[in-house]
């Protein structure tokens, strides 16, 4: 792995659906969004044969710009920079890779803060409930546009991982393979009583204003949302590796009600972080449809029915102390697709960072990834 | 074990140490609380010797109103009713058991919510920090006050553990026994950070008003605070069995923000069932007091050596599924503890109920504490 060839400098680009009063996008529970506008970034050169085009899915706070740099002088590289770009584990110089925000994201596709046409204010909570379905029924019209018919893998972790495994479900012959990271058929109610706190975080802050807000935004609630997630991303073991019990340096040694311990200033700093690039509204609607996503929804509850009809291969990657999607989630999903016949790798990666190991373990998973997307990049070629 | 066996009607008492000036209570801070209130509830009778008092310590939201009704029209019995009682597990034939409200509660003991006697206002924001330890010194206090000179048992679990624990550091002669349940030596960071997120909802609501309020309270914050402590106190499994990802009766089968999931209802009830009984501003400070509790802060972390002097027998019982206060904590104090060749018996209890275990296995943990303090009985009646 080439850890400091880079994309260099990325172009945001986007595509408005509807925007003539045709093609309505309709979602899942019958309400249309139009003009459907969606933002995407895409790094490597589609082949002429169309067949080495990845879709890279970002997770809840995510965004299109997975790699490269949007100028010169940004300080801050995209989410997944470490792997993608010339000869690291999503090779631009052999593959195509696209990354898309998410339909109710607040990084330039349509979301609860974008203008409703109808009434040329903000949607704000006027904004359509939307699902997992929905948001990769948007990739889908995106890869339409982009006249590819299949892909040579899709990839995502968590809520990423989320919407590859219903690519599978719901577009069964649109991708040679599948790559799922920590992530789950469905959320446990341990995670959906999180998400639940987190948003009565959001939405009892007074300046949540139920979801009206324009330039005194809904900060502390959205910073103790954040908060709270951030603990459930890490182990407790990477917590004690990380802070320990330690105190800060900058605070006093009388104990208070401050930022005494380190474990406080580093969930603070997270938090305030987080309210400076991520919009209140959106964090209610996405991690609501995470609550709601649910693989065998349609074919009650039998996982293995749900999967049947897909025709790719599948990755699944776990990590050991992630407890927020947990090993025994994924080994649900593998069990599934083993009781169709279906051709599955499954990685439970020993790490101690929890959740967050999707992210940072990333020199433990590129070959394993590497070597998967390799193989079905091969077998294309030998066939075609 | 007579279930039905009861208490009856129990009558509250309290003390007031330092009325007139004199006596006046000084915090582990240096600060001092004059005068100190302390409510307490007795059960059972103190024989004439004195070695049948068993001091019982409730957890972090509890009371000292551990068994009975206070009217014959209590609807409910005292927090650990199971356990206390003629023939129960705490039997009030043969013991004498106190339990008192730790200093800072909202439940007759002084706390931030008492007249500051200086301003003639609530202490709120004023009162001073306050540590375990001081918690323990109150206790003693009241223990001298009933001229006890030792405990047959000192039991509690949760941060009832962590007194029980203190008092064998700070009065190592103080009792017979020990039991300390589903406890630790100290806080992991995870349960701080969890603590924190809790505290910053709770400090967030404009209605805490930097702890000054009287009849609108910081409902929602401390709503928020008390849904958040509730996950941790339950398990993924026990979450799992009870809840699933079943939806609620009442609502409608549109997806929205609402209490779609059971666990989300349930959620909800137990916040708006803690601001009815639970002052904000205690919470801040009692939750504080288990941040910064450690065992052996005084020995440089080394536990054995802040448990060498106590002469007490201990028993120290966790349970499988507790993540809060795991197993592996409690293993930490039995392996000091047989570091110094102390007489200590441990259970790791399998159960699904997560911490709250403590409160709900009482049919489970009733035969092994029963028998250990009736074996301590035995022994001391047989020596004297």
New interface residues.
Partial sequence: MKKNNSVGIVEQKSVVFGENGDDPFILE?GKKLQPLTLLYETYGELNEKKNNAILVIHALTGNAHAAGRHTQSDKKTGWWDDMIGPGKTFDTDKYFILCSNCIGGCSGSIGPRSINPKTNKRYNMDFP?F?ITDMVRAQYKLMQYLTIDKWLAIVGGSMGGMQALQWAVDYPDSSVSIIAIATAS?????A???D??G???I????NWNNGNYEDIIPE??L??AR??AH?TY?S?KS??I????RMGNSETN????TK??Q??SY?AYQ?QRFVERFDANSY?YIT?AM??F?LSNKTNGDLASALSSSESKFLLISFTSD?LF?PEESKKIVHALRRNNTDVVYCNIESNCGHDAFLIESETISPLISDFINCRYKEEKDVK
Wanted: aromatic share 14%; charged share 25%.
């Fill in positions: 529970s409930i699902t469905s959320l446990s109610p341990q959906i009583a999180f639940w706190v948003r009565e975080a939405m009892s802050d007074p502390k609630g910073a103790t908060m709270l603990i890490l407790d917590m004690d990380k802070f320990g019990r009388s104990k208070n009600f005494n311990f474990v406080e969930l938090g209610l609501r609550d709601f649910d407890w947990s």
